[in-house]
């Protein structure tokens, strides 16, 4: 009689701490055991010469959501987490935002109706606040948190979503009062409005010049900005999609101070530039994204950060705007100025061969730094650890089987998503998914989808663990 629903064996299992050999027993969804030589299973895995990793966490992206400009969102959930289980994640965080004027429970109903019945890897949601009223931070925000709802990202840019200094400080302190994370995309909208301004006077309207608008000083500046509102309120506060050196400086000041500054950063800061902004014609649009990417010497600073533990969670950021759509990139045509482009690349399937390609098999980093950064990070600090990002008895089953010696080049043509390009084309990458398994269920095997839509589940968040490491506030807040 069958011990073990499954049991993978011979494969190199890597955790956020370690790497070893074991095999991995599963029963009803969860690992229940691993060791040498475990007794029989109704299916085997036979995994030699393979990494077990967990599934990839995906802690930003952006599925379905609707926007304020006419444009359309590509991929839903359906789609969206078809591609993020064949590029080895199994767990995605996308945003319920709310918009001016909206109830944040509404939002949130919104974005479960949206969800429901199409996602085949299990899915929690963030919260964007953009309206922060007596109302939401009174009663909406706290009753979301305890629902499960624990982490909320607010924008300091972009005129229908940013929050004033004032209204982040009162966000701040309703998420140490309640226990919930912080994210804030930190750029300077007042700068980038008025270089935007000048730059279209004197007619720089091409995709490349969307990065002169936003030179590193305006999110240094934000960046600064932000962590100190943070230090006042004394709680913790996550940077997200950080992009070179000046950012990471203002990081590493912040942590040298004891402050709990904590760091994303996104494919696009370390394999495309400035210089992609540039391509022929209107092609630069493709790579537009906020904050910009910068140059070879920047790429080089995220990858420090990556490697010496600046940085703790390394996300997509997928924003699956179709380029050749007049409700995607080219809502005002090739000739509008980079203002009106849909800000944003693709990335949820090619986040992790990237990285692990250009990181693990070119000694950049070790196995376990990548798991840290990709899925064991994003599910401790948004409250879904250990259930979520590791390999332990008592996870959910959330394996991936990466083959380390697989070659391939990156091509749209061959990506799940529902975007018409991938910015990565062309990309020669080593090491690739072979096998997803969601709460032991195999989703994707070999480039054959198995599971079928609305077998994903959604997952209430804890409170994040470092939301229970608070500092005094710099002043008395009550």
């Not at 999609?241 to 494919?267: D, F, K, M």
Request: aromatic letters at 6%; hydrophobic letters at 40%; a negative charge.
């Amino acid at each position: 009689m069958a011990e073990f629903d499954t049991v993978i064996r011979g494969a190199t299992v890597a955790t956020a701490a370690d790497a070893f050999e074991a095999e991995v027993g599963i029963i009803g969804g969860k690992i229940a055991a691993m060791g040498s030589a475990l007794g029989a299973a109704r299916h085997e895995i036979d995994a030699r010469g393979l990494y077990l990793l967990p599934g990839g966490v995906d802690a930003h992206c952006h599925l379905d959501q609707p926007t304020s400009d006419g444009t359309v969102c590509a991929d839903d959930f359906r789609s969206g987490t078809i591609a993020a289980a064949f590029g080895g994640t199994t767990t995605v965080i996308p945003f319920a935002l709310q918009m001016r004027g909206q109830s944040l429970r509404a939002a949130v109903e919104d974005y479960h109706r949206r969800a429901e019945g199409k996602a085949i890897v299990d899915y929690a949601f963030h919260l964007i606040v953009t309206d922060p009223t007596e109302q939401v931070l009174g009663q909406e925000l706290p009753a979301l948190i305890r629902d499960g709802y624990t982490s909320f990202k607010i924008y300091m840019t972009y005129d229908d979503l940013k929050l004033g200094d004032r209204q982040i400080l009162d966000v701040l302190a309703l998420a140490r009062r309640e226990g919930a994370m912080t994210m804030v995309h930190a750029e300077n909208s007042e700068v980038i409005g008025w270089l935007t301004d000048k730059l279209e006077a004197l007619g720089m309207t091409a995709p490349r010049h969307h990065a002169t608008s936003r030179p590193s000083a305006v999110e240094r500046e934000a960046t600064h900005r932000a962590i100190s509102l943070s230090e006042i309120v004394g709680v913790p506060l996550l940077i997200v999609h950080v992009s070179g050196r000046e950012a990471v400086e203002q990081i590493r000041w912040a942590r040298a101070r004891g402050l709990s500054i904590y760091a994303e950063t996104c494919p696009q800061y370390l394999f495309l530039t400035e210089e992609d902004l540039a391509r022929p014609g209107f092609e630069g649009a493709k790579c537009l994204c906020s904050p910009p990417p910068r140059d070879k010497a920047n790429q080089e600073a995220i990858w420090q950060g990556l490697r010496d533990g600046l940085f703790d969670v390394f996300s997509s950021d997928h924003a699956p705007t179709r380029y050749d759509d007049p409700k995607g990139k080219m809502i005002r045509g090739t000739k509008a100025s980079f203002r009106y482009v849909p800000n944003g690349v693709p990335g949820i399937e090619t986040r992790l061969p990237l990285l692990f390609s250009a990181g693990v098999v070119e000694g950049r980093l070790d196995l376990p730094r990548f798991v840290a950064l990709t899925a064991a990070n994003p599910a401790r600090l948004y409250g879904l650890y250990p259930r979520k990002g590791t390999v332990a008895v008592g996870s959910d089953a959330d394996l991936v089987l990466w083959d380390p010696a697989r070659k391939g080049t990156i091509a749209n043509s061959r990506l799940h998503h529902a975007v018409d390009f991938t910015p990565y084309e062309g990309m020669a990458i080593k090491g690739a998914p072979v096998l997803a398994l969601s709460r032991g269920e195999v989703v994707c095997r070999e480039g054959e989808l198995v599971a079928a839509p609305g077998r994903g589940a959604f997952l209430p968040c804890d409170h994040p663990e470092p939301a229970k490491r608070l500092r005094p506030p710099a002043v008395p807040l009550s």
